[in-house]
């Protein structure tokens, strides 16, 4: 792992490969009757839970790093949220998802705590979220991903960056295996981050019921809990900017 320049353990990593590639694969082999099984789990969490629905998603199959050029490789299939119900049954699904660092002022970045109707209430993260596939035909690649996190950042947080501002900062891969680009974005100066909590507070139902500017994992961890990808992000920010 040493090799790519990684930050984690066998269980969460950062890095920052030198080259990314995506290639369209063919999607989980699964039994007839386990997906019949995933859907009817599915369909009782959408009962309890109204606002689940059964959205789009990008499955990650596989992923090869490249020891001497630090390349990194993608498998990928387009999908939806009730194959995830398939973990209950022994498949390791994972998923492609975008997430953004904002970095504030005095070395700290933006973090939220997100809102009680999400799929990780309560825990810290970045803005972001799973991404869509993209159109039929079109390339799985940086722009849409990009165009992606942009979107979300929006969504979240009310903070516009152009997609093509955004820069592609790491690859980090956690909880599930589960595959996230992290781009930088532009520095937030006083005002934005001011804006950023009206939008959070006047917001009906928020992505984010709380805003926080961290520098280190002590502070992150005196928030509460987070996801898993966030420490290891910030510590490989502060080796860069000291």
């Known amino acids: 792992m040493e090799e790519f320049g990684l930050i984690g353990d066998d269980r969460v990593w950062v890095g920052q490969p030198s080259e990314l590639q995506f290639e369209r694969g063919d999607g989980p082999r699964v039994a007839h009757e386990e997906a019949q099984a995933a859907d009817r789990l599915f369909d009782a969490a959408t009962r ?23 390349r990194m490789v993608v498998w990928w299939s387009p999908s939806t949220y009730r194959t ?13 998802f975008v997430t953004v660092l904002v970095p504030t002022f005095g070395g700290k970045v ?13 825990l810290w993260q970045f803005p972001g979220g799973s991404v869509t596939p993209p159109p039929t ?23 516009w960056r152009e997609p093509r501002t955004l820069k592609l900062w790491a690859v980090c891969r956690g909880d599930h295996h589960n ?3 992290c781009f930088r974005a532009a520095d937030m100066d006083v005002r934005e981050l001011a804006d950023v909590r009206d939008f959070v507070t006047n917001c009906d139902e928020p992505e984010f019921d709380q805003l926080a500017a961290v520098r280190t994992g002590t502070e992150l961890a005196a ?10 992000c910030l510590r490989l920010y502060r080796s860069e900017s000291g």
């Open 84 to 96: 995830l119900a398939l973990r209950r049954f022994g498949h390791r699904i994972s998923t492609l």
């Open 110 to 122: 933006l973090v939220g705590r997100a809102g009680p109707l999400t799929a990780k209430a309560g």
């Open 179 to 181: 595959v996230g680009m």
């Open 48 to 70: 309890r839970n109204p606002g689940l629905f059964d959205g789009p998603l990008v499955l990650v199959e596989r992923c090869s790093l490249e020891a001497i050029s630090s």
């Open 137 to 159: 035909g079109a390339p799985l690649d940086i722009d849409h991903l990009a165009t992606e996190a942009s979107r979300e950042l929006l969504e979240e947080t009310g903070l």
């Open 223 to 232: 928030l509460g809990r987070s996801v898993d990808y966030v420490e290891p």
